[in-house]
């Protein structure tokens, strides 16, 4: 896993908690529901093929 993945990760974390915040104290109790599912489904994306790695991996690796 690359490094710049995790930054980024933490980034997204950061606005989506930040943004999170603000909609709430503002009354968007939905909006900011959306914006946290939002910024998950984002670093899911970008996830997903380390995943898949894994599984290939754990795959082979119990094959005989």
Known sequence: M???L??????????VSVLNQVL?????EE???????AGLLIVLLWI???????FETVEALFSF
């Open 48 to 54: 997903l093929p380390y995943i898949f790695d894994l």
């Open 24 to 28: 709430k104290h503002s009354g968007r």
């Open 2 to 4: 690359e490094v710049s």
């Open 31 to 37: 909006q900011a529901f959306l914006t946290s599912l």
């Open 6 to 15: 995790i930054f980024k990760i933490a980034a997204v974390g950061i606005l």
